[in-house]
């Protein structure tokens, strides 16, 4: 897997620009995560390039807490960390906003992989008031709904698109590598729960053969998604999307 492409989605549904995690951040200090480590990348200037400022954002859905989710919830202003998008509702699943929690990060398996991720990036749009947290299932509008999917984290979720005919997954990172398709019992070394993340990536897979939908997970190199369809009792790739990466 290659965990330099981290993608962030912009969807537009019902006259609202909505952002589908927000990368890796600039500026931010990792210290077990060198390469997402003090950032300085074009990030808003290649959102600017798909139509989007950041005044204009209205939602932001963090699939989940980790680092490379969340960085661009907020930018430095001066020593201050401060929400990149002060229009936004942000939406975060509840099990995540607990887990992540400083105190607890010694119990967990990512540990200080998520050092200052709560300080840096949680905090302060949780101070603006701009977080909204669920729990469950969520929906969105007419188009989208936040479903859970435990296991790469406690409260780890998948945005379903239905518009139309037209069916999509964001899939967050219930997968990190197109291998874990056709061997879907692979997981990465970041899972919190290894068995409950086998369980989520197949009812994924087994939702998105059965209804045609693309398969949009965050790290996926390239054209950077897929549809799948069934195969014996597996699944396989059937198709890349078309569009490719810029
Ligand atoms: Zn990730």
Same mark, same amino acid.
């Given at each position: ?8 989605w912009v969807v537009r549904s019902e006259g609202r620009v909505? +952002?589908?995690?927000?990368? %890796? ?21 290649? !959102?600017?390039?798909? /139509? ?7 939602? *932001? ?8 989710? *969340? ?9 201050? &960390? *401060? ?21 607890? +990060?010694?119990?967990?398996r990512f540990g200080r992989g998520n050092q200052n991720v ?11 008031? !701009?977080? @909204?947290?669920?729990?469950? #299932? ?10 859970? %999917? ?5 409260? #780890?979720?998948?945005?379903? !698109? ?9 899939? /967050? ?22 068995? =409950? ?20 997970? =965050? ?10 369809? @069934?195969?014996? %009792? /597996?699944?396989?790739?059937?198709? &890349? ?6």
């Amino acid at each position: 897997p290659s965990l330099r492409t981290t993608q962030s989605w912009v969807v537009r549904s019902e006259g609202r620009v909505i +952002l589908i995690d927000t990368g %890796a951040g600039n500026g931010k200090y990792r210290p077990l995560q060198p390469i997402w480590s003090y950032l300085n990348t074009d990030y808003l200037g290649n !959102l600017a390039a798909a /139509g989007v400022e950041p005044e204009e954002v209205d939602l *932001v859905v963090n699939t989940h807490l980790h680092d490379d989710h *969340v960085g661009w919830n907020t930018r430095l202003d001066g020593r201050d &960390w *401060v929400p990149t998008f002060p229009n936004a509702t942000y939406l975060m699943p509840r099990p995540d906003v607990e887990y992540w929690h400083p105190e607890n +990060l010694p119990r967990t398996r990512f540990g200080r992989g998520n050092q200052n991720v709560y300080e840096d990036s949680i905090d302060p749009v949780i101070d603006a008031g !701009l977080v @909204r947290t669920w729990d469950g #299932s969520h929906v969105i509008d007419a188009n989208l709904r936040l479903a859970p %999917a435990p296991g790469h984290t406690p409260g #780890s979720s998948v945005v379903h !698109l239905e518009s139309g005919g037209d069916r999509a997954v964001f899939a /967050g990172d219930l997968l990190h590598g197109a291998i874990q398709v056709p061997e879907p019992h692979l997981n990465s070394c970041f899972e919190e729960d290894e068995d =409950a993340a086998r369980a989520s990536r197949a009812r994924m897979y087994a939702y998105a053969a059965d209804h045609n939908a693309l398969v949009l997970p =965050a790290h996926l190199p390239g054209h950077g998604a897929f549809e799948i369809r @069934r195969r014996g %009792a /597996g699944f396989e790739i059937s198709g &890349w999307a078309p569009f490719s990466r810029t």
